[in-house]
Structures are given as structure tokens and as C-alpha cells.
């Protein structure tokens, strides 16, 4: 009975950590995407220089969503 009830806390822990992970995220990538418009909007000439930097700090939020992704995967099937 207690492993049991352990087990689905360990779950619900991972699944609710998981769930956030997927929130914040996505709000900080759209944060990021209004942002880099705004710029590109305010200067089209340096559109180029903001859309790059934009993709690459989009790329390393969703590398750091992965890992965490993984870290609450691995706590609801272990």
C-alpha cells in the first residue's frame, strides 16, 4: 500500500513538473517571437541579425526543455 501511494506521488510529481516545464517554455519562446518582431518592426534593416539570434536562444530554451523533460520522464517510469 505505501510503495503504492509513493509510486503515484513519484508520477503525479513528474507529470505536473512536465507539464510546467512545457508552460514555461512556451511562454518564453512566444515572449521571445514578440520581442524579435517588435525589433525587426522598429528596425527592418537588422532584421536578419534579430531573426538568428532569435532562433538560436529559441533553440536553447527547447535543449534545456528536453533535459528537463527527460529528468520527469525518468522519475514517472522508474
Known sequence: MAESVVTGIGVLGGVIGAG???????RGIGHLASSAT?????QPEAGNRIFTTMIIAAALIE??????????LMAVFR
Open 20 to 26: 510546467l516545464i512545457v508552460i514555461g517554455a512556451a
Open 38 to 42: 517588435e525589433a525587426i518592426a522598429r
Open 63 to 72: 535543449g534545456v526543455t528536453l533535459f528537463a523533460l527527460i529528468i520527469c
